[in-house]
């Protein structure tokens, strides 16, 4: 069988048209986009989903950019506007706190500051100080005596790791329900860093990303013709068959998805283009973590999930590659991956979510996958209980 390089560099007679296809794409009329967001505003898809985010770990932002000591950075999720900052003292930690003084409402996220050697940051307004670790004020420069017990802001558990910044999230604020991912493998130096890729502002429930994983009858039709990497442009007569499934761990929290593609040229499989795909879940989505492996090596890809709004979320991918596996391949199975990726996006961006699908034999685990996804949601006594809290 040919190696995967050899495929690609016997298809050289590709390469002219492709270029071609790639430059009319990116020329395209910008026409069609505008008129399904227009068309898009008469519906209020939002209304059709959870009015909840699910419990569990996000990402917030990433290690560079709050890199130097005393670094302020704003930051929005779940509807909530916050400030991450890295202390000034000698544990060089990220802490993350509500953006909004308790005080009169500053913002202390502009024109605050991190004081000197602590790891307190400082309200631009009226000089009160908040810790990071636990949200208390530590200082009022203009009374004496004791500071009230309840002069406290509300502070995210936060880690850091693999360069992100990850907060967990829970509308009652309970304490971690189980512990932020960690790689070991990633931890030594046999893997690199090779590539964050954002997308912002994508307009789709989190719901819908756990869902796809289970509906296994969606592969082949919207995933089956090979694209040009990171473009929606198909390659004609080349295609991907997909062998999909779907797995629960027995810690609740965690998921598996599994896919084994393999590039058909000319109706011809190739197996040394095959890729198995691994898929963990490591709660609701929030973070996830892609695993490739083939003849090339390993690579890592964290996807993950931010919500900004119910339905709309932040997404950035994170790659880390084995070192000997060349620069061109991680970028090709990457971009291939991302391309799949935004196929869905103009499924998940004009769709409703039907609380009763009418399902066939099949159609794969949904309802199972939508059982396992409600654990991360408050139960209805506890979501009437903080109707405000919710934001409802």
């Known amino acids: 069988m040919l190696p995967i390089t050899e495929l690609l560099l016997s298809t050289w007679w590709l390469i002219l ?76 930690q990220v802490h993350v706190l509500e953006a909004f003084c308790i005080h009169m409402g500053a913002n202390l996220g502009v024109g605050g500051r991190v004081m000197p050697g602590t790891n307190c940051i400082q309200c631009p307004f009226h000089l009160w100080e908040f810790n990071g670790q636990n949200g208390r004020c530590t200082k009022i420069p203009y009374i004496d005596g004791k500071i009230p017990d309840k002069a406290k802001t509300h502070s995210y558990p936060c880690v850091e790791r693999h360069g992100m910044i990850m907060i967990w999230y829970h509308p009652l604020n309970e304490p971690p329900h189980y512990d932020a991912i960690c790689v070991d493998e990633l931890l030594g130096d046999k893997y690199e860093f090779r590539g964050n890729y954002s997308y912002p502002n994508i307009q789709m429930h989190l719901q819908e990303f756990a869902e796809n994983a289970a509906d296994v009858q969606h592969f082949q039709p919207l995933h089956g013709q090979m694209l040009i990497p990171w473009t929606k442009i198909r390659v004609p007569l080349v295609y991907v068959h997909h062998t999909a499934s779907l797995v629960f761990s027995d810690q609740t929290h965690i998921a598996y998805f599994y896919d084994t593609a393999m590039i ?65 391949l991680n970028w090709y199975i990457i971009g291939n991956w991302i391309a799949q990726w935004q196929r869905d996006i103009d499924v998940w961006e004009n769709k409703i ?40």
Not at 363 to 377: N, V
């Open 17 to 92: 048209p492709i270029i071609a296809l790639v430059f009319l794409y990116l020329h395209r009329p910008k026409e069609e986009k505008t008129q399904s967001r227009k068309i898009r505003r008469g519906v209020d898809r939002s209304l059709t989903y959870p009015r909840q985010y699910p419990c569990g770990w996000y990402r917030i932002c990433n290690s560079d950019d709050v890199s130097r000591r005393g670094q302020i950075r704003r930051a929005f999720a779940f509807s909530r506007e916050m400030v991450v900052f890295r202390s000034d003292d000698e544990h060089n």
């Open 264 to 328: 058909q040229l000319f109706g011809k499989p190739y197996e040394s283009t095959k890729v198995d795909a691994s898929i963990t879940f490591y709660g609701p989505g929030g973070i996830t973590l892609f695993r490739f492996d083939g003849e090339f090596g390993r690579i890592y890809l964290f996807h993950t999930h931010t919500p900004t709004n119910y339905t709309e979320l932040d997404v950035e991918f994170r790659a880390y590659v084995e070192r000997k596996i060349p620069r061109f």
């Open 353 to 392: 979510h039907k609380r009763a699908p009418f399902l066939v034999k099949n159609d794969g685990p949904i309802l199972k996958m939508r059982r396992w996804f409600s654990q991360f949601y408050l139960s209805k006594e506890e979501q009437d209980n903080i109707a405000d809290t919710l934001d409802w």
